[in-house]
């Protein structure tokens, strides 16, 4: 690591033993050896691959049911995927049957992770929280549901409090299932930075954001490559929406409505209004993110308090235990060129995210870039650690 990348040393990491956050969830504890079966749905996808690569050595979770669509039901997962990543097919998941994405093959699994084409997600995740599974979903069909949490892990863990009113809401109401989705792979690069912002320094009132998109966003095999070497294509269906809203669903809070039924705010406390730009670029993983921010407070902090408030952001899937959650959640890095996808992309590997280029802006306040592993925190490893928090809350049974 460079002198000039900075993140707190480990000795420098908060201790959080006397913290309230404690107090208010209590640190669960799984039991020794205890595991927890879970299913993964699009197995076979670039996100299913991912979830594949970061569950077959995890502590808690075990691989026990795969799904993909009826074209590689039936055959071994070795036979179904066209493995794409760097290692090596694991070998716990090679003989693993694929099977259709029917919930009677995953009746055995506490949490389900859905990797799923939005094409089929919508009527497939709806039946396995039917059948009372507890879907963890990188789907757009149901980010805007106002029973569902749209959750980052690192930012808005607390939305979990809707799942229960979920449950009650569904015709007949469930004991276990839910859906729980997280957000699209450029706002959760983009909203980790501005939640620690906000933390340190209130609320944001204007965010524009230019992004710089992965070709691996479109999954396998994606945008065509005689559409994207040697270009940049200025345009990528639904994306701008999706930030614009998504951010202020995760932003903002949970609040009770006339009825006293708990309700997302979408920062209403404070009116933040966002303006997406979204491009898709030729490169193979990481999102990069040029944002600009205006602050509410005046005067508004300095770029040094920025990076320093950046550095210093810690949550609570830190601070609950959370096995996948990085020991630095963002990086900030000095050199006038960084981040970089080749360079920075692997930052904790993909968990974390990594901010440069922080400075004054002479529009709003201040300006930096961010890159997000797409493919990581953007989508497969999100998903796993909104898990975590759910086992770690008792949202999830373990
Ligand atoms: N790629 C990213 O960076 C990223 C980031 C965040 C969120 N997401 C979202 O995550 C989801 C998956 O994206 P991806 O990039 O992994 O897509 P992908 O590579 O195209 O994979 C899609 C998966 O869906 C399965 N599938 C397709 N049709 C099906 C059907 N009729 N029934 C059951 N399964 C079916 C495919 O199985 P077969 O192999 O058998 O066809 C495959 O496993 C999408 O909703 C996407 O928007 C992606």
């Known amino acids: 690591m460079s002198s000039s990348h900075l993140v707190?040393?480990?000795?420098?990491?908060?201790?959080?033993?006397?913290?309230?956050?404690?107090?208010?969830?209590?640190r669960h504890n799984m039991q020794e050896g205890a595991v927890i079966k879970v299913g993964v749905l699009g197995a076979t996808g670039t996100v299913g691959q991912r979830f594949i690569t970061l569950l077959v050595d995890h502590p808690w979770f075990v691989l026990h049911a795969l799904g993909a669509s009826p074209r590689s039901a039936g055959k071994p997962y070795a036979s179904a995927v066209n493995w794409k990543q760097a290692n090596r097919l694991p070998p716990a998941a090679r003989d693993m049957l694929v099977n259709e994405c029917?919930?009677?093959?995953?009746?055995?699994?506490?949490?389900?992770?859905?990797?799923?084409?939005?094409?089929?997600?919508?009527?497939?995740?709806?039946?396995?929280?039917?059948?009372?599974?507890?879907?963890?979903?990188?789907?757009?069909?149901?980010?805007?549901?106002?029973?569902?949490p749209l959750i980052?892990?690192?930012?808005?863990?607390?939305?979990?409090a809707i799942v229960p009113h979920q449950q009650s809401a569904h015709a007949p109401p469930l004991k276990k299932g839910f859906i729980v989705t997280n957000a699209n792979c450029s706002t959760t690069g983009c909203v980790i930075p501005l939640a620690a912002l906000e933390k340190a320094f209130g609320p944001?009132?204007?965010?524009?954001?230019?992004?710089?998109?992965?070709?691996?966003?479109?999954?396998?095999?994606?945008?065509?490559?005689?559409?994207?070497?040697?270009?940049?294509?200025?345009f990528i269906s639904g994306e701008e929406e999706k930030m614009e809203w998504e951010t202020l669903k995760i932003l903002g809070g949970v609040v009770k409505n006339d009825e006293g039924a708990p309700t997302f705010d979408m920062h209403a406390r404070s009116p933040?209004?966002?303006?997406?730009?979204?491009?898709?670029?030729?490169?193979?993983?990481?999102?990069?993110?040029?944002?600009?921010?205006r602050f509410a407070r005046r005067p508004p902090p300095s770029p040094q308090q920025v990076r320093e408030a950046l550095i210093a952001f810690t949550c609570d899937a830190q601070t609950l235990g959370c096995p996948s959650a990085p020991l630095?959640?963002?990086?900030?890095?000095e050199e006038p060129d960084r981040p970089q996808p080749r360079l920075d992309?692997?930052?904790?590997?993909?968990?974390?995210?990594?901010?440069?280029?922080?400075?004054?802006?002479?529009?709003?306040d201040i300006k930096f870039v961010v890159l997000a592993n797409n493919v990581s925190i953007g989508a497969a490893t999100s998903s796993i650690i909104n898990a975590e928090l759910a086992v770690l809350k008792g949202v999830v049974p373990s």
Do not use: W
């Open 102 to 148: 029917k919930p009677e093959f995953f009746a055995d699994c506490a949490v389900i992770f859905s990797g799923l084409d939005a094409d089929v997600a919508g009527e497939i995740e709806a039946a396995f929280r039917a059948a009372d599974l507890a879907v963890f979903s990188n789907a757009k069909n149901y980010r805007r549901d106002p029973l569902v």
């Open 328 to 333: 630095h959640v963002i990086s900030v890095h």
């Open 8 to 26: 707190p040393a480990d000795d420098e990491v908060a201790d959080f033993s006397s913290s309230p956050l404690l107090a208010k969830y209590p």
């Open 345 to 364: 992309r692997y930052y904790q590997d993909g968990a974390g995210v990594a901010v440069g280029r922080v400075r004054q802006c002479q529009v709003l």
């Open 204 to 234: 944001l009132e204007s965010l524009l954001v230019t992004t710089m998109q992965a070709i691996s966003g479109a999954g396998y095999p994606g945008v065509p490559s005689l559409d994207i070497m040697d270009n940049i294509v200025p």
């Open 152 to 160: 980052v892990p690192y930012v808005n863990p607390s939305h979990l």
């Open 272 to 293: 933040l209004r966002v303006s997406a730009s979204c491009n898709r670029v030729p490169v193979i993983d990481g999102h990069t993110a040029c944002v600009s921010v």
